[in-house]
């Protein structure tokens, strides 16, 4: 009551904000008149400028009311489309750096011209950070007009694009890009080995687009570099065969839906066995003895590819491959794949060619990959019902930008039916009397069966129509762009054409162009376009006579935003529109997550064959399911950033280290600490603290000083000396070993050595990196059964992962010094430079997983250390004789980027 009272009196938090926001309006209203005078140079002269002001330390904020209006004028010049007053507080609240929370048909993109503008003065760069490669280009081509006026450079990075393509659109003022291309290249660049192969500069300020679909949905999904691992494929399709004569009898599992997990039943686990033992892939003891975690591992996942993913909703087939389905936008994730080994286990499922696994190389998570900018924005019509998560989370502020003009649409309570199958009904006959009426009608549903089943009754009914799913997503600009046309009906998907408006009577230039044979520029394509301009107007007032756009919804959804997005596609800009949802019991959101009394209560009132409930109850109910569910989720997205960041502390100490060392001139220095820090280690391993020499280990110490440093001293000899203890043989030990290296430099050539130094700091260190991240997937995995032991499965993890990252770093130590202690090159031999990374795959998580990967080829990096290291105690790359002596660990001679243990070391 208090709350309400208050909220009356002095207005919500957001009215505050937009008061504040409001008083500065008028300031930028008032330069229109002097900055309209001025003619186009002086206009673009104000971007030198503004500059010059910044670099003698005005703020930005001390700019804002000027460079907005010049950016309002450039814009009218430019694109012929000025700014509301709206739009100048939507500017201003990212140029804040917080979230604008504005309508479908607002102008997002537009308004983002004002802060992108205004930070780019500052000569560090401005990201704008799109969806899909569609949107990043349509909008660095648009919106590169107007910046081009004012005299900035725009880039855009989209798949495919060269290192040097990149580095200069990321060199320019303003560069739009995806989510995608940016994170990838942050993770290429730090396994880069010259600071002039990087493509990014450093970090200023972002701007994030549709923010909550990259900041909350694919929150979960880290992005991955990964490259073959020695794993065989061969076991998926063996196992599948076992799991799909498994999984008819609905006895052997146990699924649960909510939280999408499938297990074994005690019946299930005899049948796997026995199968297994027939076709001779389990040998001995039991399904979850120890030596079979592997196959437990194939199993469980064959398991969850046959029980919780179904074709044509999670993934489909296409072209001899497995295509995911985005769960959010019901767009084809072309190339990426699901990890773990789920993509196989669905690969064999389907009978398609089954891929190798990968092992990763380099991660990150969108969360924190985000967090690294020092100011961050975003803008998106759904952020709202977000609001404690971007705040918690991100420490992003989430401020809603009132309409330009008031919001006309008709949002009517849900209808509720017994059965899909009325539902469905109901839903094609409302299409056809909007179909009758000439009003246009989007359909929303939740998978491509769904939309095809409803396509289907519409084909029955002869109702002409669009259907927009996974299947036909290259069409979806055209598809949508037409959607606002007399009797339209679009049936779509989650994606709904997120970034293209739908306009009352339809997209003139598109109709002109799809209308004309010839090239879209000269006279006679005006005057087609002038003609479909009148067309279309008149059109639109047929539609608005009609009501609108209609968007109806076949189904509710997990989140709410989702369903707003979906119904913010009609009404925009003050047009006349309609929404209504359809649901029935037997839909997964109120199967799953609706209450048993609401079920129980729908029944009590004896509906019958076609009747609906509507009721504002109805939507009461489901607006608290909807809100349990966000809550989950939140939770289990906070629950994974807790453990990632253990994982991000860890990535950027070490990044930082690895940029340390290939901006240094010299290493030197570096690898000798490690030398010595080696050297101390094997000391102390091998006499304890004040232990008496016969209790020292001589023959393990010997054994070390031999394989680490790659001499042979008398350290018995040293032991039955008078007086002799553990400072003096540490001090022995590393002034034979200073005097060695010395010698073996001196020799190769200090500079060709400095070089060798460097690549081989990096190789190494990469390589210990890669191995440790396999290490904390291990110990991610397993973590959670700590819990039963009454500890923390975080506070273990953090302990764990610790110890993990100090062994990782001696195991680099010694690595780097075996190496450089061992390895003779011949002063003539060249170096040559390490292989440039290319992304052959993209990985997706599974829905309720939390990975996501892009493949790199196995030799990369390894080729410049195997070709540097020519010789190790006699080794000849081009005598395999000679290579028995190789380490187990180190690069196979014969320059396959394996481990030779894994190559010609296999047998020895």
């Known amino acids: 009551m208090f709350a309400r009272l208050a909220r009356a009196i002095l207005g919500t938090s957001n009215d505050r904000a937009l008061k504040r926001y409001q008083a500065r309006v008028p300031a930028i209203n008032a330069l229109e008149p002097a900055i309209a005078a001025l003619d186009d140079n002086a206009l673009r002269g104000k971007t030198a400028e503004f500059r010059a002001r910044v670099e003698k330390g005005e703020s930005l904020d001390d700019l804002l009311p000027e460079a907005f209006a010049v950016c309002r004028e450039a814009s009218k010049r430019a694109l012929g489309m000025r700014h509301f007053d709206v739009q100048l507080i939507g500017g201003m609240v990212l140029h804040d750096g917080r979230i604008a929370e504005m309508k ?19 000569g560090k760069g401005v990201h704008v950070v799109t969806v899909n490669d569609y949107l990043a280009s349509r909008d660095a081509d648009d919106m590169g ?74 929150a979960r999904t880290p992005l991955i570099i990964s490259g073959p691992s020695d794993e065989s494929s061969d076991l998926y399709g063996q196992v599948n065969a076992v799991v799909r004569d498994l999984v008819r009898d609905k006895t052997s599992f146990e699924k649960d839906e909510k939280q999408r997990t499938v297990t074994l039943t005690e019946t299930g686990t005899e049948a796997v066995e026995q199968a297994l033992t027939a076709a001779g892939l389990l040998e001995e003891g039991g399904l979850y003895d120890f030596q079979n ?122 209808e509720v039916y017994r059965t899909a199958a009325e ?26 069966e769904k939309s095809e089943l409803l396509s289907a009754l519409l084909n029955a009914k002869k109702v002409p129509h669009q259907v927009l799913n996974a299947r036909y997503h290259e069409q979806e600009a055209a598809i949508i762009s037409q959607a606002g046309r007399p009797g339209a009906v679009t049936i779509a998907t989650n ?33 087609r376009l002038g003609e479909m301009r009148r067309e279309v107007e008149a059109a639109a007032q047929r539609v608005k006579q009609a009501g609108g756009l209609f968007v109806i919804g076949t189904e509710r959804h997990e989140s709410r935003r989702i369903d707003n997005q979906l119904r913010g596609r009609s009404g925009r800009q003050g047009d006349p529109g309609a929404s209504r949802f359809f649901l029935s019991l037997e839909d997964d959101l109120m199967r799953i997550f609706g209450s048993d009394r609401m079920g129980g209560m729908l029944q009590k009132l004896g509906l019958k064959d076609g009747e609906a409930i509507v009721h504002p109850w109805i939507n009461k109910a489901l607006e608290k399911a909807q809100k349990k569910v966000e809550a989950r989720n939140f939770d289990t997205r906070k629950n994974l950033l807790k453990y990632d960041d253990v994982m991000n502390d860890q990535r950027k100490e070490v990044y930082s280290q690895r940029r340390s060392f290939m901006q240094a001139a010299d290493v ?72 060695a290296f010395a010698a073996r430099a001196a020799n190769i050539g200090p500079e060709q050595m400095r070089d060798i130094e460097k690549r081989l700091l990096l190789w190494v260190f990469d390589e210990v990196w890669k191995d440790h991240l396999l290490s904390l997937d291990h110990l991610r995995q397993g973590i959670g059964l700590r819990a039963y032991g009454q500890r923390d499965p975080l506070n273990e993890y953090k302990s764990e992962a610790f110890a993990l990252f100090n062994g990782m770093l ?4 010694e690595k780097v010094t075996r190496w450089l202690m061992n390895v003779q090159i011949g002063p003539e031999q060249p170096l040559p430079s390490p292989e440039p990374i290319q992304v052959t795959d993209l990985r997706h998580p599974a829905p309720g997983s939390d990975i996501f990967d892009a493949g790199l080829p196995p030799d990369y990096g390894a080729a410049a250390v195997a070709a540097a290291s020519r010789s190790l105690d006699g080794v000849d790359p081009a005598d395999p004789t000679t290579w028995a002596a190789t380490p187990r660990n180190a690069p196979c001679p014969c320059g396959s980027g394996k481990k030779f243990k894994h190559c010609h070391g296999r047998t020895a």
């Open 104 to 122: 479908t048909g607002e102008g997002k993109t537009l308004v983002a011209t004002l802060a992108v503008y205004l930070n780019a003065l500052s």
């Open 145 to 218: 007009r107007l910046y081009g006026f004012l005299g900035l450079s725009t880039g855009k990075i989209v798949y495919g694009l060269t290192d040097p393509e990149r580095r200069d659109a990321y060199h320019c003022d303003i560069t739009y890009g995806t989510n995608n291309e940016f994170g990838f290249d942050y993770l290429r660049d730090n396994m880069k080995h010259s600071l002039g192969e990087m493509v990014q500069r450093d970090f200023n300020f972002a701007i994030v687009d549709e923010v909550d679909s990259i900041l909350v949905d694919e």
């Open 293 to 414: 975690v592997t196959l437990v591992h194939h199993v469980n996942q064959s398991l969850r590819a046959h029980t919780l993913f179904a074709r044509d909703v999670d993934y489909m087939v296409r072209q001899d491959k497995i295509v995911i389905i985005d769960e959010f936008t019901g767009r084809a994730m072309e190339g990426r794949r699901y990890s773990d080994g789920l993509h196989q286990a669905l690969e064999a499922k389907e009978g398609v060619t089954v891929q190798p696994e990968n092992q990763t190389l380099a991660s990150i998570t969108f969360q924190n990959y985000f967090r690294l900018f020092p100011k961050l924005a975003g803008m998106t019509g759904t952020a709202a019902t977000e609001a404690d998560e971007f705040a918690e989370i991100y420490k992003l502020e989430v401020v809603e930008i009132p309409t330009n003009v008031p919001v006309a649409r008709i949002d009517s309570d849900d």
């Open 423 to 448: 539902k469905y009904e109901a839903v094609a006959n409302l299409i056809a009397e909007c179909r009758e009426r000439g009003q246009p009608a989007l359909v929303g549903t939740t998978s491509i």
């Open 495 to 527: 994606m709904a054409g997120r970034g293209t408006d739908i306009k009352l009577g339809g997209n003139a230039e598109a109709l002109a162009r799809a209308s004309f044979a010839g090239e879209p520029d000269g006279p006679e394509f005006e005057a």
């Open 668 to 739: 030197s220095e570096t690898v000798a600490e490690m030398r010595r820090e080696v050297v101390s280690d094997i000391v102390s391993r091998a006499i304890p603290e004040n232990a008496y020499p016969e209790q020292w280990d001589l023959a393990g110490l010997d054994e070390r000083v031999h394989s680490l440093l790659g001499l042979d001293l008398p350290v018995a000899d040293w032991a039955r000396e008078e007086g002799i203890d553990e400072t003096a043989v540490r001090e022995r030990l590393q002034e034979a070993a200073d005097h």
């Open 810 to 813: 001696a195991e680099m130590r």
